[in-house]
């Protein structure tokens, strides 16, 4: 069994993996204030919760977006499992040929990686979270690169600080597009705006490319909206922790 840590920009999800199954999940809020040793009373609370043997772990893996919490959450998991961490970046083995100017980030090469070995190639893998990022990996498995906007959430949290009358809203679909209240009308936005640019952007992304992708979608919005998309979006809540799971076997010692 094996600790995969998926540390993003508003939660770090826990999983427990053997033989390729995620046998359990935990959601953390990501707090950078937050100590190596306060990680690590969470962390062990979580697997006391769940009644996992902390010396059943044979390795640990961990994909961060958040430079701050890295560290700290690797000396919590040494603190708890006694396990040295393995990272997700340069010089990992991902079987991907990274065909762009820069660094990648770790979420978007589990995801790639994820989508790669699980659901084949052509592929736009979309994970909607804090951002939405949209990327491609051709029928060569070459990361060609993709589109980044802002999160959902974001995006409306933004608008509601921002203009006094609009409140904060849930993201749930409306019953119609054409709404008639101000709530409503937000969460037509919100979610049928957000179905329909993703479905642009799907169409500009598979003409460049040439041909059809799988289209396979993480992160906490993805069940919210892809269903009201043209596209047949597959949703994958695991995608990230089944990337850890493919990446620590390939290069595991």
Not at 42 to 69: C, H, N, Q, T, W
Not at 85 to 105: F, H
Not at 192 to 198: H, N, V
């Amino acid at each position: 069994m094996i600790l995969a840590v998926d540390v993003g920009n508003t939660n770090i999800v826990l999983g427990c993996i053997e033989d390729g199954e995620i046998l359990n999940i935990a959601r953390i809020s990501t707090n950078t204030s937050q100590t190596a040793e306060e990680y690590a009373i969470k962390l062990k609370d979580i697997l006391d919760i769940y009644e996992i043997d902390r010396d059943g772990f044979e390795g640990a893996i961990m994909s961060s977006v958040v430079p701050p919490v890295t560290g700290r959450l690797q000396r919590a998991i040494k603190f708890v499992t006694g396990l040295d961490c393995m990272m997700v970046g340069s010089g990992m083995k991902t079987g991907l040929n990274i065909c762009i100017d820069e660094p990648l980030a770790a979420d978007i090469v589990v995801g790639s990686v994820a989508a790669m070995n699980y659901y084949g190639t052509p592929c736009i893998i979309l994970d909607m979270g804090t951002a939405t990022t949209m990327v491609v990996v051709d029928s060569k498995n070459r990361y060609l690169g993709g589109a980044i906007m802002p999160g959902v959430k974001l995006s409306y949290a933004a608008l509601s600080s921002g203009a006094s009358l609009l409140p904060e809203i849930s993201i749930t679909a409306p019953k119609k597009c054409i709404s008639t209240t101000t709530v409503d009308s937000m969460r037509s936005g919100a979610v049928f705006g957000t179905a329909a640019m993703l479905d642009g952007m799907i169409d500009g992304m598979e003409y460049e490319l040439g041909e059809k992708c799988t289209l396979v979608a993480t992160g906490g919005i993805a069940q919210f909206v892809t269903p009201y998309c043209k596209h047949k979006i597959l949703c994958d809540n695991d995608l990230l922790l089944k990337g850890l799971w493919v990446l620590y076997q390939k290069n595991k010692r």
